[in-house]
């Protein structure tokens, strides 16, 4: 597994992890009509503002990708077929060690693996907060928001 830059051959393949990925974010919080693909989200969430790394197996398919800036972590998905094989985590790790002293990020309160991801990194969940969803402002969602502090 390697962990590299974004490139733009690799968009097709975000897309089809991006949309799998949240499908089953969004059913886990029980508001799967809330879904709209990458292509629908990507400008009007500035994904190309962040900094964009994917992970890549061995066979060269990218599996995986995060985004980030100095103090937020945006977008972290990996392709189901290969969650728990430790991408997430490898893809998390790389970004921190790349982001500012103290990192934020927002996940919905069902959601579960992300939160115990999190808190295994060492990010704390420092407020839990309800409102309109980033990027789907017609539906009100419960989420947490974690922050990391280097040492």
């Not at 975000?14 to 009509?33: Q, S, T, V």
């Not at 964009?52 to 599996?63: G, N, R, Y």
Request: aromatic share 12%; charged share 35%.
């Amino acid at each position: 597994m390697i962990i590299r830059n974004y490139e733009k051959k690799d968009w097709k393949r975000l897309n089809e992890i991006h949309d799998e990925a949240r499908k089953i974010e969004l059913n886990n919080a029980g508001i799967p009509d809330a879904y709209l693909s990458l292509e629908e989200t990507y400008e009007n969430e500035d994904l190309f503002d962040y900094e964009l790394l994917v992970a890549e197996d061995k066979t060269d398919l990218v599996v995986g990708f995060v985004a980030f800036y100095e103090e937020e972590i945006a977008w972290l998905y990996v392709d189901p077929k290969y969650h728990r094989k430790g991408i997430a985590t490898k893809l998390l790790s790389e970004s921190i060690e790349k982001a500012g002293n103290h990192i934020f990020i927002e996940v919905l309160e069902n959601n579960i693996e992300a939160i115990n991801l999190y808190k295994k990194m060492g990010f704390t969940v420092v407020e839990k907060k309800t409102g309109k969803m980033v990027g789907n402002e017609s539906f009100e969602v419960t989420g947490y928001i974690l922050e990391y502090k280097k040492q």
